[in-house]
């Protein structure tokens, strides 16, 4: 057998095994890779892993057909030794080797930009983000410092809160900042990771779908009790966030009257605090 009908061989065991594992993995896999479904923003992000897997998967298939059926079909009997003759400027093989992978990375550039623009700046792009959601947002500023966040309503006088609420439903304009060192915002099931940086306004669009808790984290090493920095958000009916927001600005009056007027950014005095 020539290595052309071995080629025929591979290649028919590939697609076949491509058009069986290929569906399996969109429609078993797919559904179930990070981060969920509990934002307009994470499930895109799942519509965009599930794209990767379903692509992806074809590679791979290939890779394990091609060494299986090389460890089976040219196995070596007894002490034998096989080699067989080099293959060396194979203009075919070079051929479909550049249009295979450029049209693969042609095609996620297109897909990565257009799914950019359909639900706004999910990682945040600093203070004007190239992709703007329809709607009218809730805005809602991230403030980090070591070593926790907290969260400032402009729409409700300045309050700044202790613990982030979203209404359910309702297009959610955050404005990550920092008052110290470079942080990392970082709520898991909403899809949201956007960096929080002293001096800098970064943007992000989030639309909650969905009842639920949601883990807040800082993904960037901040100093000694990085680790500690994290939180627990809801996302509540808009009655209940407009019961809650009023119940903040009550017991946070107080605070908010020595407050800075709401700004974008903040630059307080240097503070030490060990980190």
């Not at 499930?43 to 692509?55: A, E, F, I, Y």
């Not at 791979?60 to 079909?73: D, E, K, L, N, S």
């Not at 809650?244 to 709401?262: D, E, G, M, N, S």
Request: hydrophobic letters at 45%.
């Amino acid at each position: 057998m020539d290595q052309h009908n071995h080629l025929r061989r591979v290649g028919l065991l590939w697609l076949l095994a491509s058009a069986v594992a290929t569906p399996l993995v969109i429609v078993l896999v797919g559904p179930i890779v990070p981060p969920g479904s509990g934002s307009v923003e994470a499930s895109g992000q799942v519509t965009d892993n599930t794209v990767l897997l379903g692509m992806v998967t074809p590679v791979i298939v290939g890779i394990m057909v091609y060494f299986t059926y090389a460890m089976i079909v040219f196995r070596a009997a007894g002490d034998a030794v096989l080699e067989g003759p080099a293959v060396r400027g194979h203009r075919g093989a070079q051929f479909w080797w550049i249009v295979l992978t450029s049209a693969t990375v042609l095609f996620l550039a297109a897909f990565g930009s257009w799914r950019l623009l359909q639900d706004g700046s999910g990682g945040g792009q600093g203070p004007s983000p190239i992709a703007v959601p329809a709607g009218k947002p809730l805005e809602v500023q991230v403030i980090a410092q070591q070593w926790q966040f907290t969260y400032r309503y402009p729409a409700y006088g300045g309050v700044e809160t202790a613990h982030l609420e979203l209404p359910d439903n309702q297009l959610v304009e955050l404005h990550v900042t920092s008052l110290d060192v470079t942080h990392s915002f970082w709520a898991y099931q909403l899809g949201v990771k956007a960096d929080a940086n002293p001096g800098v306004d970064n943007v992000v669009y989030v639309t909650p779908t969905r009842l639920q808790s949601f883990d807040i984290r800082c993904s960037e090493l901040c100093g000694l009790f990085h680790g500690y920095m994290f939180d627990t958000g809801e996302v509540v009916t808009p009655s209940a966030f407009d019961s809650w927001i009023a119940k903040q600005r009550v017991l946070f009056a107080p605070a908010t009257r020595v407050l800075p007027p709401y700004a974008t950014t903040y630059s307080p005095d240097p503070q030490r605090r060990a980190g």
